[in-house]
C-alpha cells in the first residue's frame, strides 16, 4: 500500500579484500602485529613457531624477542607465548592489565611462580625479553632489560621437546584464545650459548614467519590459518609432477608452487573452494590422495588418522579447465572479455499515482534486488526503493568486485518503526 512505504537511500561503500590464503595476522615493514580481543576468537591471531614439529634440546636453551603493546585498545589481557614441554605441561607469559599488583607471570601448568614485573613503557618501542630454561640448576630466568626474575623448582628435564606458540593457538589440550594486542619481531632461540634458530618476522607481507636461520636454512610455506595448504586446480593436483632436485635448493617446493598459481590472474579463475575442517578434509584425503601417491615418489600427503587435521586444501576452477600446465605464449597478452548477461528482471512496484486497491496489503519478504550498481572512484553508489507494508527489519547484502578481481561482502540492517515515516 502506498501509505506502507519507505524511500530509503542507500550509499554503498565497498572495502575490497583479495585474500586466498587467510590468515590471522599480517607481516610488517619489521614486527609481527597480534589481531587481539578487537576481532572475533577465530580471526586473532596465532604464531606456531614449528608447525609440523617440536623443538628438542639436549641442554640449556633460551627464548628471546622484542615486544610491544600495541596503543588505543580497551583490553590488555592474554597470553604472549605458551611454552608446552614433551606435550605434558604448559610454561606461560601472560599479561593481565587487571591484576592488582604485577602485570607479567610466569605460569608453570595452573600454578602462579614468584616471575613477575612490570614494564614502564609497553607502548611504541621495543622492549627485549629473554627466558633462560637452565634443566641443569632446575629454573627458569626471565630477562626484562636489566632486571633479572628466577622461578626454581620447576622440574625441568633435558633432553625435552617443546612447542612455542606466541598468540592463541588450538595444540591439542593447549588451547588459548585470550591475546593483548601487540608486536612480536626478532624471536630467536639458542642452545648452550649457541645460535640455532631465529625468526626476524621483518616479512613485508603474507602469512608466513621465515625461518632466517638454523641448520635447515628453509620455513616458507603456504598456510591457512594454522595448517599448511594443498592446491588442486581444475581437478589436477599441483603436485603431480613436481620432482625434487637431487642438489635440494632452499625453499624449492614453495617455489614451484609460488610459480604455478601467480601464472593465474582473476579474469581466469570462476571458483574457488577451501576446504579446512577435519571433516571434510578426511573426506577428501580418502577420495582423491591415495591413488596419486601410493604409486609415486611424491611428498607425504597427510593421511586420515595420521594428523589429517594439519592440511587444508584449495580447489581452483579455471575457467580453460585446462589445470596447471597450460602453456602461455610470451610477449602475448590473452584478453578474455566478460560474457554478455542479461540479469533476470525483478518485479518492484511502484507507486507514481494514489493508492487504487486499499485492500491489497504488500507482504514481500524479498524487495529489491539491483544485479549492476556502478561506483564512482570512491566505491559508492546511490540507490532507493519502497519497502513493504509490514514494520519489520530487512537485512541488506552488498556484494562488488572491482576490475582488478578484488571482491567484496557487508550487510546491514535496516528497521521499520513508523508507517509514516
Same mark, same amino acid.
Given at each position: 500500500?502506498?501509505?506502507?512505504?519507505?524511500?530509503?537511500?542507500?550509499?554503498?561503500?565497498?572495502?575490497?579484500?583479495?585474500?586466498?590464503?587467510?590468515?590471522?595476522?599480517?607481516?610488517?615493514?619489521?614486527?609481527?602485529?597480534?589481531?587481539?580481543?578487537?576481532?572475533?576468537?577465530?580471526?586473532?591471531?596465532?604464531?606456531?613457531?614449528?608447525?609440523?614439529?617440536?623443538?628438542? $634440546?639436549?641442554? !640449556?636453551?633460551?627464548?628471546? %624477542?622484542?615486544?610491544?603493546? &600495541? *596503543?588505543?585498545?580497551? +583490553?590488555?589481557?592474554?597470553? /604472549?607465548?605458551?611454552?608446552?614441554?614433551?606435550?605434558?605441561?604448559?610454561?606461560?607469559?601472560?599479561?593481565?592489565?587487571?591484576?592488582?599488583?604485577?602485570?607479567?607471570?610466569?605460569?608453570?601448568?595452573?600454578?602462579?611462580?614468584?616471575?613477575?614485573?612490570?614494564?614502564?613503557?609497553?607502548?611504541?618501542?621495543?622492549?627485549?625479553?629473554?627466558?633462560?630454561?637452565?634443566?641443569?640448576?632446575?629454573?627458569?630466568?626471565?630477562?626484562?632489560?636489566?632486571?633479572?626474575?628466577?622461578?626454581?623448582?620447576?622440574?625441568?628435564?633435558?633432553?625435552?621437546?617443546?612447542?612455542?606458540? $606466541?598468540?592463541? !593457538?588450538?595444540?591439542?589440550? %593447549?588451547?588459548?584464545?585470550? &591475546? *593483548?594486542?601487540?608486536? +612480536?619481531?626478532?624471536?630467536? /632461540?639458542?642452545?648452550?650459548?649457541?645460535?640455532?634458530?631465529?625468526?626476524?618476522?621483518?616479512?613485508?607481507?603474507?602469512?608466513?614467519?621465515?625461518?632466517?636461520?638454523?641448520?635447515?636454512?628453509?620455513?616458507?610455506?603456504?598456510?591457512?590459518?594454522?595448517?599448511?595448504?594443498?592446491?588442486?586446480?581444475?581437478?589436477?593436483?599441483?603436485?603431480?609432477?613436481?620432482?625434487?632436485?637431487?642438489?635440494?635448493?632452499?625453499?624449492?617446493?614453495?617455489?614451484?608452487?609460488?610459480?604455478?598459481?601467480?601464472?593465474?590472474?582473476?579474469?581466469?579463475?570462476?571458483?574457488?573452494?577451501?576446504?579446512?575442517?577435519?571433516?571434510?578434509?578426511?573426506?577428501?584425503?580418502?577420495?582423491?590422495?591415495?591413488?596419486?601417491?601410493?604409486?609415486?615418489?611424491?611428498?607425504?600427503?597427510?593421511?586420515?588418522?595420521?594428523?589429517?587435521?594439519?592440511?587444508?586444501?584449495?580447489?581452483?576452477?579455471?575457467?580453460?579447465?585446462?589445470?596447471?600446465?597450460?602453456?602461455?605464449?610470451?610477449?602475448?597478452?590473452?584478453?578474455?572479455?566478460?560474457?554478455?548477461?542479461?540479469?533476470?528482471?525483478?518485479?518492484?512496484?511502484?507507486?507514481?499515482?494514489?493508492?487504487?486497491?486499499?485492500?491489497?496489503?504488500?507482504?514481500?519478504?524479498?524487495?529489491?534486488?539491483?544485479?549492476?550498481?556502478?561506483?564512482?572512484?570512491?566505491?559508492?553508489?546511490?540507490?532507493?526503493?519502497?519497502?513493504?507494508?509490514?514494520?519489520?527489519?530487512?537485512?541488506?547484502?552488498?556484494?562488488?568486485?572491482?576490475?582488478?578481481?578484488?571482491?567484496?561482502?557487508?550487510?546491514?540492517?535496516?528497521?521499520?518503526?513508523?508507517?509514516?515515516?
Amino acid at each position: 500500500m502506498r501509505s506502507g512505504f519507505r524511500i530509503f537511500k542507500i550509499v554503498f561503500c565497498f572495502l575490497f579484500i583479495f585474500t586466498i590464503l587467510t590468515g590471522d595476522s599480517y607481516g610488517q615493514s619489521y614486527g609481527l602485529a597480534f589481531s587481539s580481543h578487537e576481532v572475533f576468537q577465530d580471526k586473532r591471531t596465532s604464531l606456531d613457531l614449528s608447525p609440523d614439529k617440536t623443538l628438542c $634440546f639436549k641442554d !640449556n636453551f633460551d627464548i628471546s %624477542f622484542d615486544l610491544s603493546f &600495541i *596503543p588505543n585498545h580497551i +583490553i590488555y589481557f592474554g597470553y /604472549i607465548v605458551r611454552i608446552i614441554e614433551d606435550d605434558n605441561r604448559n610454561i606461560d607469559l601472560v599479561y593481565n592489565a587487571q591484576a592488582n599488583k604485577k602485570h607479567f607471570n610466569i605460569i608453570v601448568g595452573d600454578r602462579l611462580t614468584n616471575i613477575a614485573f612490570d614494564i614502564d613503557k609497553l607502548f611504541d618501542q621495543w622492549n627485549h625479553l629473554r627466558i633462560k630454561f637452565d634443566t641443569e640448576h632446575d629454573r627458569i630466568i626471565l630477562y626484562s632489560g636489566k632486571a633479572i626474575y628466577t622461578a626454581t623448582g620447576l622440574h625441568l628435564k633435558k633432553n625435552s621437546c617443546y612447542k612455542i606458540l $606466541f598468540g592463541i !593457538n588450538n595444540y591439542k589440550q %593447549f588451547q588459548t584464545t585470550d &591475546i *593483548p594486542p601487540m608486536k +612480536i619481531r626478532d624471536i630467536k /632461540i639458542t642452545e648452550n650459548d649457541q645460535l640455532k634458530y631465529n625468526w626476524p618476522l621483518n616479512e613485508i607481507s603474507g602469512q608466513v614467519a621465515h625461518e632466517g636461520y638454523g641448520p635447515k636454512g628453509k620455513g616458507l610455506t603456504f598456510m591457512l590459518k594454522d595448517k599448511k595448504v594443498h592446491f588442486s586446480i581444475d581437478a589436477i593436483d599441483i603436485d603431480r609432477f613436481y620432482e625434487k632436485s637431487d642438489n635440494p635448493v632452499p625453499d624449492d617446493h614453495y617455489n614451484y608452487q609460488k610459480d604455478i598459481l601467480e601464472y593465474f590472474t582473476a579474469e581466469d579463475i570462476t571458483g574457488i573452494e577451501v576446504l579446512y575442517n577435519p571433516q571434510y578434509t578426511a573426506l577428501y584425503n580418502d577420495k582423491n590422495l591415495p591413488a596419486l601417491y601410493d604409486d609415486q615418489n611424491l611428498p607425504t600427503a597427510t593421511m586420515p588418522g595420521s594428523g589429517s587435521d594439519l592440511t587444508a586444501y584449495i580447489e581452483i576452477t579455471t575457467r580453460s579447465g585446462q589445470g596447471p600446465y597450460a602453456n602461455s605464449p610470451k610477449g602475448i597478452y590473452v584478453y578474455r572479455p566478460a560474457p554478455v548477461i542479461i540479469p533476470a528482471q525483478f518485479y518492484t512496484p511502484r507507486y507514481p499515482v494514489k493508492n487504487m486497491y486499499p485492500g491489497f496489503t504488500d507482504l514481500r519478504s524479498t524487495i529489491h534486488w539491483e544485479p549492476n550498481i556502478v561506483t564512482n572512484k570512491n566505491g559508492e553508489a546511490n540507490t532507493f526503493f519502497y519497502a513493504a507494508d509490514p514494520l519489520t527489519t530487512y537485512t541488506l547484502i552488498l556484494q562488488g568486485a572491482d576490475l582488478n578481481g578484488s571482491v567484496g561482502y557487508t550487510t546491514q540492517e535496516i528497521t521499520i518503526t513508523n508507517k509514516k515515516q
